[in-house]
């Protein structure tokens, strides 16, 4: 079993810092399995939709079913984010754009080495953020155990506006870092 599929199995067990830990693990790839995608659907829709199904899943006792394999969890995950992609460009009638592909084998790295100056970096365009999306970025990782509404209402949010403040931090972010000669693309893959 890999450590991926360990998490996933202690959530299971209703182990939410677990549960918790496996979605920081498979969200990169998740959303690097949805990039055929980008062009007909909202991706970031579809990863916040797919980790929602997987808690479901992962707390629903009486479902029975279990998942097998290495990665068995990722897998299922991607392959439940492209079906939810395919849905979503169906509907939109934007389906022209997907690639008839199978689905990829992405693999799940450990841990890259941490590098001293890329927090120092990330602290820094973090403070330059403008002020609600920075504050909407900042409560979601203060309040990670928490569901989205919680954290938008203890900001005097609607969901919505939450979510595009979260969005809007993560682009702003990302520019800043490019600015400062991060190489996003590098990380991200």
């Not at 920081?24 to 829709?45: H, K, N, T, W, Y």
């Not at 916040?48 to 079913?65: H, K, N, P, V, Y």
Request: charged share 30%; proline share 6%; hydrophobic share 40%.
């Amino acid at each position: 079993m890999t450590e991926v599929d360990e998490r996933f199995a202690a959530a299971r067990d209703g182990n939410r810092a677990a549960f918790s830990d496996w979605m920081g693990r498979v969200e990169r790839p998740i959303r690097l399995s949805l990039q055929p995608f980008a062009r007909a659907v909202d991706v970031e829709g579809v990863v916040q939709e797919t980790l929602m199904r997987m808690w479901i899943f992962a707390t629903d006792a009486e479902s029975g079913r279990d998942l097998t394999g290495d990665n068995a969890s990722l897998r299922f995950a991607i392959g439940m984010a492209r079906n939810l992609a395919r849905n979503e460009a169906r509907r939109n009638r934007r389906e022209q754009y997907l690639p008839h592909d199978e689905l990829p084998d992405v693999p799940v790295d450990p841990d890259p080495p941490p590098d001293p100056g890329l927090r120092q970096a990330i602290v820094d365009c973090l403070k330059r953020l403008a002020r609600r999306p920075r504050e909407a970025l900042e409560a979601r990782l203060r309040m990670h155990d928490d569901h989205d509404r919680v954290i938008a209402r203890s900001l005097s949010m609607t969901l919505n506006t939450f979510l595009q403040n979260v969005v809007r931090a993560r682009q702003q972010l990302a520019r800043c870092l490019e600015r400062r000669g991060v190489p996003l693309r590098e990380l991200l893959s």
